[in-house]
């Protein structure tokens, strides 16, 4: 059983108090709360646990409390006790999800038979939701794009919002913060899911060559084309084009494109018959496109035809309480294709990468923990001042206090009575000093691993 852990809810101190002893001493990591709104806290999507609640509380009761729980995540068992008189209620709460009740008074080995079986329940679905991870199974939104800052989640968001259409979508985003993994993920959980993605870089694309290649020829269409030949948009058929870096595309070409998108036809070079076209275009551009246009390097029109489903890609810099998360994601991911262990990595190593300045993004970080995973390189020898030169000492102190934290949060899977051992705090100065910097466990821990204790 890889998790044991148990948010027991219950407004009678002392009853909430005897149940935490007795299950503490069954071998469950126990946190009790006095209402519903404390677990709302402490369950995040990927809570690793059962929830137990008694039925009748004031303000949020054990209905309205699993309500809100599967709002988060609907495969959080959570378990409710409840008097003799209260049964039918509880067969209810069955039926909306509950996945198990049991009566008051209770034996305490009864419960905690009920709750090791929630809780293997629970690992078994988090166990599948790594593998789909792993595998890159569709649908596995979060497991691709991880990270709790509000630009991580606005931009799962947008992208499962844009998913259910089939509207094409322009991609922003800097160099290496992986444009091409939202591409990838947006054609994986839309319709076209099983059909072709076909990417091109439209920046490497020979300009004397680039309609041939988009659009396809017939024999004899221009010296050496001795054979028709499909273009990339018609092996596309019925999937996802995307267009790498589409800001590189030649005008005269820029013009085309404009055509297919309005027309969904296409015309082979040395062909006058129109093609129909059946696929999706995602457009990715590590500039504004707007700043193209208005230097006249870009199509206006074209630019209005794309800017409609927009997906804004943050970089790193923009998201620092999402490094420690994200390393240790991509640590595991390339261990599991190396067949290689996870590597053992100290808080102050992972709280140094929140620190760090990280021009490459994503395929910088992941670079790294590759070589990492493959004993290339070592936390030891990894250094930097987090682009910190030149600022006040205090702005200093409290940046390295901020991410030595998030990466002890991260490391620890958000349980918080390892991180303040950890560091060598008091509970309170470790609460305290994360209301200070505005640090949320929930944003730093990774779903699937948030067993906070």
């Avoid at 080995?109 to 939701?129: G, S």
């Amino acid at each position: 059983m890889t998790g044991s852990r148990v948010l027991l809810v219950d407004d009678d101190a002392q009853m909430r108090r005897s149940t935490a002893q007795a299950l503490d001493l069954a071998g469950f990591a126990v946190e009790a709360l006095a209402s519903g709104e404390e677990a709302l806290t402490l369950a995040g999507p990927g809570f690793a646990g059962a929830v137990v609640s008694d039925i009748r509380m004031p303000g949020m009761d054990g209905m309205t409390l699993l309500g809100r729980l599967h709002e988060i995540d609907p495969d959080i068992p959570v378990i409710l006790f409840t008097g003799h008189a209260e049964v039918p209620l509880a067969v209810e709460a069955i039926r909306s999800g509950a996945y198990d009740f049991i009566e008051k008074p209770f034996v305490v080995h009864d419960l905690a038979t009920v709750i090791r079986r929630a809780i293997d329940h629970r690992d078994l679905i988090l166990d599948n939701r790594r593998l789909r991870a792993v595998a890159g199974k569709r649908d596995d939104v979060e497991a691709r794009l991880p990270g709790r800052t509000e630009a991580m989640v606005d931009l799962r968001y947008r992208l499962r919002a844009i998913g259910a259409s089939d509207a094409d979508a322009l991609i922003i985003g800097p160099t290496g913060a992986g444009k091409e993994v939202v591409a990838r993920t947006l054609h994986d959980i839309s319709a076209r899911a099983g059909r072709p993605f076909v990417a091109i870089n439209c920046a490497a694309l020979p300009e004397a060559l680039i309609e041939s290649e988009l659009f396809g020829h017939e024999a004899g269409a221009f010296p050496g084309a001795l054979r028709p030949r499909f273009g990339k948009f018609e092996h596309a058929r019925g999937g996802t084009v995307l267009l790498d870096e589409i800001g590189s595309m030649p005008p005269d070409t820029q013009a085309k494109l404009l055509r297919v998108l309005q027309e969904r036809v296409i015309t082979r070079l040395g062909a006058n018959d129109p093609v129909p076209l059946d696929v999706r275009f995602v457009a990715t551009s590590k500039v504004d496109l707007s700043t193209l246009v208005a230097r006249g390097q870009f199509r206006e029109d074209l630019f209005w035809r794309l800017n409609v489903a927009v997906l804004r890609v943050p970089p790193l810099s923009a998201r620092r309480e999402d490094i420690p998360l994200l390393f240790l994601h991509l640590i595991r991911e390339s261990a599991a294709r190396h067949k290689r262990p996870e590597r053992e990595l100290p808080s102050a190593f992972l709280s140094g990468l929140a620190a760090r300045d990280w021009p490459g993004n994503v395929r910088e970080l992941r670079n790294l923990a590759e070589r990492m995973v493959l004993g290339l390189d070592d936390p030891g020898r990894i250094a930097g001042d987090g682009g910190l030169a030149g600022a006040r000492l205090p702005d200093r102190v409290g940046q390295f206090e901020r991410s030595l934290i998030a990466g002890a949060i991260g490391l620890h899977k958000g349980r918080l009575r390892a991180v303040y051992e950890d560091l060598g705090i008091s509970r309170k100065t470790l609460y305290e000093k994360m209301q200070k910097y505005g640090l949320d466990r929930r944003l730093i821990v990774e779903p699937g691993d948030d067993d906070a204790g």
